[in-house]
């Protein structure tokens, strides 16, 4: 089992920045692939970002891209995401997720955090 808790949310206004960050317990975190996930209410939970297990490679959504860097410590078991140049469409609980491969499907992901809220005002 792996143990996944975010913080970092709030309420920024467009323009601004966020950094996300999601605390891993349990099994060793660096044999995980991670990702994060948005979901916006009344939508479908989508794919933010990925990054590989040594941190080398990673992947985003082409709405992020440019603007959202995602990395990881696996020193410190901990995953981020620095979120800029934020838009109020990036509004949306922001969840972090642990699996064995990069991609972008979320049922592919075995652990879950139980999310952080991200709000952006225009």
């Known amino acids: 089992q792996v143990q996944l808790v975010e913080s970092g949310g709030g309420l920024v206004q467009a323009g601004g920045s966020l950094r996300l960050s999601c605390a891993a317990s349990?099994?060793?975190?660096?044999?995980?692939?991670m990702g994060w996930f948005r979901q916006a209410p009344g939508k479908a939970r989508e794919f933010v970002a990925a990054v590989s297990r040594s941190g080398s490679s990673t992947n985003y959504a082409d709405s992020v891209k440019g603007r959202f860097t995602i990395s990881r410590d696996n020193a410190k078991s901990t995953l981020y995401l620095q979120m800029n140049s934020l838009k109020p469409e990036d509004t949306a609980a922001y969840y972090c997720?642990?699996?064995?491969?990069?991609?972008?499907?979320?049922?592919?992901?075995?652990?879950w955090g139980q999310g952080t809220q991200v709000t952006v005002s225009s």
């Open positions: 997720a642990a699996g064995p491969s990069v991609t972008i499907s979320a049922g592919r992901y075995n652990y």
């Open positions: 349990g099994r060793t975190f660096s044999n995980y692939v």
